[in-house]
């Protein structure tokens, strides 16, 4: 009988640590995402594609506000007239608020979209907008612009706000 009381101990302490183990883990894990450092806004891409063509873009320009910033690179997304563009946002972006400019070659179909934290983490733009005025030419998409503030680090490595915006050139 006391070698079956002495097993349920082991057992019982056993499964006591294991808990505390799971515990500590779990704590550990949400101190660490808590406090990691953001993604570097430099390094944060969007994700864009129509049909069988998809590319990921890193931001165009990045700078603080009222420093003049250098452009980057702007992509291009082959697409074809019936096309949708799918843009997917990644959390480091759409936690906040963040906009989507779509520019087309009618400037009477332009649009600018606002989005709040967590409204979205994708949108579809059609290639081929509606046509404006008496015109019976559908407007076609030229650019596609997201722009977000981002925290990151300045050059004296403190957190300093970000001015973001992320660009793809759009052909057929």
Do not use: F
């Not at 406090?35 to 990045?62: C, F, H, K, M, W």
């Amino acid at each position: 009988m006391a070698k079956k009381k002495s097993s349920s101990l082991q057992l019982l302490a056993l499964i006591v640590v294991m808990v505390l183990v799971m515990v500590v883990g779990a704590y550990g894990i949400m101190t660490w995402q808590k406090n990691r450092p953001p993604t570097p806004p430099q390094e944060v891409a969007i994700t864009v594609s129509a049909g069988d063509e998809s590319l990921e873009a890193t931001p165009y320009l990045v700078c603080e506000p009222g420093v003049e910033c250098p452009e980057g690179e702007i992509p291009t997304l082959k697409v074809a007239s019936g096309d949708t563009v799918n843009v997917e946002i990644p959390e480091d972006i759409y936690d906040h608020d963040w906009t989507l400019l779509t520019i087309y070659d009618d400037p009477g179909a332009n649009d600018e979209q606002v989005h709040g934290p967590y409204d979205t983490d994708s949108v579809d733009i059609p290639v081929s907008a509606t046509p404006v005025g008496d015109s019976a030419e559908q407007p076609q998409l030229v650019v596609i612009e997201v722009s977000s503030i981002m925290i990151g680090l300045d050059d004296n490595n403190e957190e300093s706000p970000y001015l973001v915006t992320w660009s793809i050139a759009v052909e057929q």
